[in-house]
């Protein structure tokens, strides 16, 4: 439970406060407001303790915003509610800027009292928020009748225990698109070996539902499967740090590994994860640099899909680095390939449409280099690693799969499912030898 929230200007002067519990008085701002003027912003640390009062803060523009407590708090959660906050301002405010608060001190108060209530946060979805706190008072709008009562009256998501969805929600055509996103991190070192890899994952989804619709997922998660006897049937992936939306039952997941949920409608992602099992390289790159005469470098590149057969990696793109003072640039690629030199990030780039899955392919490239005594005395510029970028659809390089998704709704619709897969690059790197 936080006491109270404090917007301050650059100096450290109070914009706007509100003070939930009474037990933190304006002297927490004051001191705050010291530290800022005393130290320089590089030194100042998002989460400090000063006699028995914890302060947690975020900067913004010329703005300061700042949550402070008495009690042994979740820092954590102030400085993500402080992150939820400024977004809430910035859809209300345009910028959220010391001259934008100073014009708006009414709804800013209203959203603070909305947000947060005796210290614990409450409704920070701006969607949802707008819906009753508008910018122009005589624009609300009565939505069942009958008189200024009714003209305040919250909307069902805010009263609703499934605050994230209203109800009354009707489309034509009850769907739910799933995709499954991986990025793949990879170093490999110059001669193969994969120095380090990781995979990060996301299940993204677009629902369009009527009504309170509940969906139960299914994953081939090892954890899942143990959890309802099936660990010996197909391949299994374990999944780590899962982190869900606040949709997600968590005491049924916590139980039997269950995910079922009802969702939100529209676009929203249900559940990030990460998976740490060795992998070997998606795409292979070699690049073989020759210098001939000491005036000139030649390039032989090789790229290999390591994937299977029946993918194909499309908007494949090679970075090569180069040196700073290179020039006349020749390159012979398969027809189809595009390649350029890229002078401004030191750099030529490799471009293939399409891979397919155990392709190989290669290009040669040759630049002039007329300071030949730079090269030799720091090859810096040509020996930082190589960056690939590509796009695999269908295709999870964690082994992932979607099980079922069942849509079960009172009033006996049936929907359609629709299951993507796609793997992307993350930070995938390799060595130059």
């Not at 303790?49 to 708090?73: D, K, P, Q, S, W």
């Not at 070997?280 to 290999?304: D, F, G, N, Q, W």
Request: hydrophobic content about 40%; proline content about 4%.
């Amino acid at each position: 439970m936080w006491s109270a929230i404090f917007l301050l200007d650059m100096k450290g002067k109070i914009l706007i406060s509100r003070n939930y519990r009474g037990d933190v008085s304006r002297l927490a701002a004051l001191r705050f407001s010291r530290m800022v003027q005393e130290s320089d912003a590089a030194d100042l640390k998002p989460v400090f303790t000063i006699e028995g009062i914890t302060y947690a803060f975020i900067a913004h523009r010329n703005v300061y915003m700042l949550a402070v407590t008495r009690h042994n708090c979740n820092v954590t959660m102030a400085l993500y509610f402080l992150h939820c906050l400024r977004n809430v301002l910035c859809t209300y405010l345009g910028e959220l800027e010391e001259e934008s608060i100073r014009d708006n001190f009414v709804i800013i108060y209203e959203l603070l009292d909305e947000t947060m209530d005796f210290g614990y946060p409450q409704i920070t979805d701006a969607a949802i928020l707008m819906k009753y706190i508008r910018t122009d008072a005589h624009k609300l709008a009565s939505k069942r009748g009958g008189g200024a009562a009714a003209a305040i009256a919250p909307p069902d998501a805010v009263t609703n225990a499934v605050s994230w969805r209203d109800e009354g929600i009707v489309h034509k055509r009850n769907e739910v698109f799933l995709d499954v996103v991986e990025k793949v991190h990879m170093l490999i070192s110059g001669s193969g070996a994969v120095l380090s890899s990781a995979i990060e994952g996301a299940v993204e989804m677009r629902t369009f539902l009527t009504g309170m619709p509940d969906l139960k997922l299914g994953l081939n998660d090892r954890a899942m499967l143990e959890a309802a006897g099936k660990a010996s049937r197909g391949k299994s992936v374990e999944l780590e740090d899962v982190k869900f939306h606040q949709c997600v039952r968590l005491t049924d997941y916590e139980r039997d590994k269950t995910i079922s949920f009802v969702p939100p409608d529209g676009a929203f992602t249900l559940m990030r994860y990460r998976v740490s099992t060795p992998l070997r390289p998606v795409i292979e790159t070699r690049a073989t640099v020759t210098k001939h005469s000491r005036s000139r470098l030649e390039y032989s590149v090789t790229a290999k899909a390591r994937f299977k057969t029946r993918s194909t990696a499309t908007n494949v793109e090679i970075i090569i680095p180069v040196p700073a003072d290179v020039d006349s640039p020749v390159f012979q690629a398969v027809a189809g390939h595009k390649v350029t030199y890229v002078p401004e990030i030191n750099c030529f780039k490799w471009v293939i449409k399409a891979m397919p899955g155990g392709a190989t392919v290669r290009m040669r490239a040759q630049f002039g280099l007329p300071s030949v005594e730079a090269d030799e005395d720091d090859e810096e510029g040509w020996r930082k690693p190589i960056s690939v970028r590509f796009e695999i659809p269908y295709f999870t390089v964690s082994g992932l799969g979607v099980r079922y998704l069942r849509v079960l709704e009172k009033s006996g619709y049936s929907a359609q499912p629709w299951v993507r897969y796609i793997t992307r690059n993350g930070d995938y790197q390799i060595r130059m030898t």
